[in-house]
């Protein structure tokens, strides 16, 4: 009785892995089909784009860290934050990124550093350091904002996918006049990289195949990241 209990265990069992096996490449195979269109850099325009319109001047710019410095993400965000704080010269800016476990405030010394590298007054700059995810950031800015965060008008730079749930999160916690500006890379001009010449060069001549669709799979990742974050804020309450 006890053997063939357990064989027919042992069967479903199997029987689901194989299930699940299929279920997974039938999955892979349709992402690779969507790497071939627009979808997935639409949907990760879209969350960089959706609550990114600057309408009113900003009194504080909020940089939110990411990977910390340096890094890519680090120097995007900051490139564009010190580009908003020219624009913007009477702005606070704020760097809201969490102390390093190891290096303690130096993470967001080094961003400051960037910042004033690129034309940035240093005694504009803050730190609000308390934060370690975009909520626990949001509430920690509403603490030290107190009262006036309701009529404080806040530009977040952060990166694109993550524009989208920033803005609402920090709607959510008061401020009810935020705005983002998505720190978007800007791709080298595709002609320059290609073999325009009628040689035998074995560069490839189109770059659909060879660069778009790594990226588009790696933008699929991406998003589907950030809407599983978005659905756990939605369920959280926190946007």
């Not at 007054?121 to 949001?138: E, K, V």
């Amino acid at each position: 009785m006890n053997k063939e209990f357990f064989f027919k265990v042992k069967k479903h069992l199997l029987r689901f892995f194989w299930q699940l096996i299929y279920s997974l490449g039938i999955f892979s195979f349709i992402l690779l089909i969507i790497a071939f269109t627009d979808l997935p850099y639409n949907a990760y325009h879209w969350l960089g784009t959706s609550n990114s319109e600057i309408t009113r001047k900003p009194d504080v710019i909020v940089l939110m860290g990411g990977s910390g410095m340096p890094s890519p993400d680090g120097l995007i965000r900051t490139w564009y934050t010190a580009k908003a704080g020219k624009r913007f010269q009477s702005a606070r800016i704020i760097i809201a990124h969490p102390y390093g476990q190891t290096d303690s405030l130096n993470q967001l010394a080094l961003t400051a550093h960037q910042l004033v590298v690129n034309g940035i007054d240093s005694s504009r700059i803050q730190f609000a350091p308390l934060g370690f995810n975009t909520r626990s950031q949001a509430l920690n800015l509403a603490e030290i904002e107190g009262s006036n965060k309701d009529k404080l008008s806040v530009l977040l730079v952060t990166s694109p996918e993550h524009m989208y749930r920033a803005v609402k999160t920090f709607m959510k916690a008061g401020f009810t006049h935020t705005e983002g500006m998505p720190a978007f890379e800007i791709p080298i001009d595709e002609e320059k990289i290609k073999d325009v010449q009628n040689s035998n060069d074995t560069r490839v001549k189109t770059l659909s195949l060879r660069y778009n669709l790594w990226s588009y799979l790696q933008y699929e990742i991406i998003v589907m990241r950030e809407y599983c974050a978005i659905a756990y804020y939605k369920i959280k309450g926190w946007i």
